[in-house]
Nanobody, 126 residues
């Protein structure tokens, strides 16, 4: 079971990036997916999550109104669209998966997630 993130990079403040999280070895249909980030010297932070059906999402206050999570189960992929990026968004971003019931909402605490990707670096700087 593997999750692979991509789409990170260097962007100027105010810019946008779209991160992708692709699953291999299993189908994402049975999993809620979360995005997390960790900046140097800081604790890991839950950024956003989406439930199995994609009809319920959750966001950290720090990214509300700027980030949008979505999923395409046919492509076995979850996306994180990040707009109006700030230097404080600089971090390694990870996606993670947890098996849930179809009715369940998603949660952001990282300890609830079972499978993790290797991360992708996002740097916001002028």
């Amino acid at each position: 079971l593997q999750l692979v993130e991509s789409g990170g990079g260097l962007v100027q403040p105010g810019g946008s990036l779209r991160l992708s999280c692709v699953a291999s070895g299993f189908t994402l249909d049975y999993y809620a997916i979360g995005w997390f980030r960790q900046a140097p010297g800081k604790e890991r932070e839950g950024v956003s999550c989406i439930n199995r059906r994609g009809d319920s999402t959750n966001y950290a206050d720090s990214v509300k109104g700027r980030f949008t999570i979505s999923r395409d189960n046919a492509r076995n992929t979850v996306y994180l669209q990040m707009n109006s990026l700030k230097p404080g968004d600089t971090a390694v971003y990870y996606c993670a998966a947890v098996s849930t019931t179809v009715q369940a909402l998603c949660d952001l605490p990282g300890y609830k997630y079972d499978y993790w990707g290797q991360g992708t670096q996002v740097t916001v700087s002028s």
